[in-house]
């Protein structure tokens, strides 16, 4: 049973043909490596517009592999357990996308303020990154020496910190948006945010 456990979440993150025949193959270490490249290069200043479009472009181009991840429903537990953190990993990515998309375009923020939020979106989306790392290291049997306790117990403890960080991010986009909203009140102008974000009680607040 156990080693059959470790078969299907190999073939989950390693994403082959036997999962689901129409599935393109995809492996989550490849994912986790291409948003830390794509986030190193966030570092640069002065980019923002362009640094934004890199991560909106990985987004894209992965969204598909994220909606067909969700399909999945005939897995054991624990292999759900690592399907859900790799979801998590593109819920970051999709409040980053959505939420900083529009703050490029909301004229209640400077410039520098929107590098200084892209670049808090760049920390969280490598830490992130790093933590999908982590996973691809624990079910790779060839890898690490450890029982599947001992793997499973870690897979649990990175998908409890991704769900955590999923919520941090949250915060930071709420944060950010509320900021934008209170200016908006001053001016008088408070319909072009909600407009732009939604009203106060939907995803971003």
Known sequence: ??????????????????????????????????????????TVAGNTLNNFKEVQKLYNQTKDYYDKLKSINDLVRDARKVRDAILLVGEI????????????SDPHFRQEELAAISNGYTILLDESANMLLEIKDVVNVNGLSMTDY????????????????????????????????????????????????????????
């Open 1 to 42: 049973m156990k080693s059959r456990i470790l078969t299907l979440i190999i073939v989950l993150v390693c994403f082959t043909a036997q999962v689901q025949a129409q599935f393109a193959v995809f492996d989550a270490g490849n994912l986790a490596q291409n948003i830390k490249q794509v986030t190193q290069s966030t």
């Open 93 to 104: 990515s999709n409040i980053y996308v959505t939420g900083f998309g529009k703050m490029l």
């Open 150 to 205: 001992e793997r499973m117990d870690i897979i649990n403890y990175v998908y409890d910190r991704l769900r955590s960080h999923r919520n941090l991010v949250l915060y930071f986009t709420r944060k950010n948006i509320s900021v934008s909203y209170l200016r908006a009140q001053k001016e008088g102008d408070a319909d072009r945010v909600v407009a732009l974000y939604g009203n106060p009680d939907e995803r971003y607040w």
